[in-house]
């Protein structure tokens, strides 16, 4: 194991519901990121903490809201998604900050299915 | 057009079979490069790191090769196994990018007995 959970590893959703997923590492890592993974696409990066104030935000629409209450937990609460939000959502951790030399410690992912 | 392109999307072998993947990239100036790997069902792990300097880097069976002036690495695979069938995904960090991660969309790799 990576040192890094996901839950619920499984959703599926209305889109008139509201969700979150959930993300704790135990690496003592200071940065943590959201990533959407679909089918034979690039993972595509939508947030990133670093010690717990978020430092980017990749035009996700507003339909994802992440919170960050400490360095080991992250969330990404989720409304009235569309059918094309369906994928599979990668949380990852890095020690000191967001430097790309730092290895990105991935969690088993949460497969969200909207119908 | 993405700054990083995979071939080939996917790929099977035989078991004890070697394979190369090719990993193209066109993100400049360039800061590093990483190889992952991902088992169906995990997130991505990584196998290897290389930056400008390096040509070659092992881990295990895996060897990854950079050549920085024509912007290609290769993940050669040795004496392949059935738990090497996997997603592997290269992975570039670029200055013009802010040293952001660029990802490509990975090569899907089935080894069969």
């Known amino acids: 194991e990576t040192g890094v959970t996901q839950t619920p590893r499984h959703l599926v959703m209305g889109m008139t519901n509201k969700k979150s997923l959930k993300c704790e590492q135990h690496?003592?890592?200071?940065?943590m990121y959201w990533y959407k993974q679909s089918a034979k696409k690039p993972l595509e990066l939508m947030f990133v903490?670093?010690?717990?104030?978020?430092?980017e935000n990749n035009s996700v629409p507003s339909r994802f809201s992440p919170e960050c209450p400490n360095s080991s937990h992250l969330f990404l609460h989720l409304h009235t998604l569309q059918p094309e939000d369906s994928a599979l959502y990668l949380c990852?951790?890095?020690?000191?900050?967001?430097?790309?030399?730092?290895?990105?410690?991935f969690g088993p992912g949460t497969r969200l299915t909207v119908l | 057009k993405n700054q990083v392109e995979q071939s080939p999307q996917s790929l099977i072998i035989l078991e004890g079979k070697n394979c190369t993947l090719q990993c193209n990239y066109t993100v400049s100036p360039f800061s590093n490069l990483r190889w992952y790997k991902q088992d169906t069902g995990r997130g991505p792990v990584s196998l290897t790191i290389?930056?400008?300097?390096?040509n070659t880097k092992s881990n295990g069976r895996y060897t990854a090769t950079l050549d920085a002036d024509t912007k290609q690495s290769s993940l050669h695979i040795t004496a392949s196994q059935l738990s090497d069938s996997a997603s592997y995904i290269c992975?570039?960090?670029?200055?013009?990018?802010?040293?952001?991660?660029?990802f490509g969309a990975g090569t899907i790799l089935r080894v069969k007995s």
């Open positions: 990852a951790s890095s020690r000191e900050g967001v430097s790309s030399y730092n290895e990105q410690f």
């Open positions: 290389m930056t400008f300097s390096e």
């Open positions: 992975v570039v960090s670029g200055q013009e990018y802010g040293n952001k991660l660029v």
């Open positions: 690496l003592g890592h200071n940065a």
């Open positions: 903490y670093s010690l717990e104030e978020r430092v």
